[in-house]
């Protein structure tokens, strides 16, 4: 799928993954809606890239919301032919705490809903407004982007939310993209390493740079238009289907 003239939205796009992505799409001359919780960072990026991009204040989780992003998607380009979900959060918490408490299971059930159910969320209400448009000569109609992690593979100690969030991520790539297949509809899952992002700055600098250490090529962390880079290339490539790649350097994260 060309980029250039499209409509695309990009969930989580007011910072980090999703912002690069966002930037990337509005230098192709696409037309994007950022759909993110981040009100500020949103509405300064759209006012900045122009009249292409709109924000549409969206929480991933809520139905509502969800739908009236895709609307705002319709109005500014007349049909919606691409998704790139970078909307995540991290809950950082150990099973056993040192404080003898128990893993907040209020937490636990946030990470899913945001990571895992947000994602499927935006996937449904994205592929019925997909499965309306002309299909192209190769009999695509859309394509939908998600965003897992390394984590789902190598998950480190307190991060078992997070890697299951994003396992379920990785897990229903291949079901979805079967499914929506004869929709016209493609699915990818990008799982990043670790990237230099808001996200990743709530971590100290210390652990960033032993994280850094760990990547074997390039030695350092991911920069979002990297990823950014990924999410063009999957759009253009029309025979990348139901498949989740690695962007993460040949990193394997340790236990901890
Ligand atoms: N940065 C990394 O190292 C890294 C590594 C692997 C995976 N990821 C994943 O990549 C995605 C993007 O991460 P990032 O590093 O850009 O983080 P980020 O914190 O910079 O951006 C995440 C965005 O998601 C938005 N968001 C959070 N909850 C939301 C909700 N309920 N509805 C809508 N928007 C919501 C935030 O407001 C924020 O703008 C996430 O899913 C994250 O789990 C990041």
Redesign the pocket.
Known sequence: MDIQGRTFLV??????????TVELLNAAAANVVI????IE??QRLAAALGEKVRFVE?????ET?VERAIANALDLGGSLQGVV??????IPQKVLGKDGSAHSLELFTKGI???LV??FNVVRLAALAMAANSPSSEGERGVIIN?????AFDGQIGQAC?AA??AGVVGMTLPLARELARSGIRVMT?????????????VSETVCEALAKLVLLPPR??R?PE?ASLAAHIFGNVMLNGEVIRLDGAVRMPPK
């Open positions: 969930t989580g796009g007011s910072s980090g993954l999703g912002r690069a759909a993110d919780v981040n960072g949103g969206t929480d991933v989780t809520s919301d979900q970078c909307a995540g959060i991290v809903q945001v990571n947000g994602t965003t897992a992690s390394i984590a997070y969030s994003k990008i799982a990043p390493g670790v990237f230099e992002t808001p996200m990743a700055a709530d962390l991911g979002a990823f």
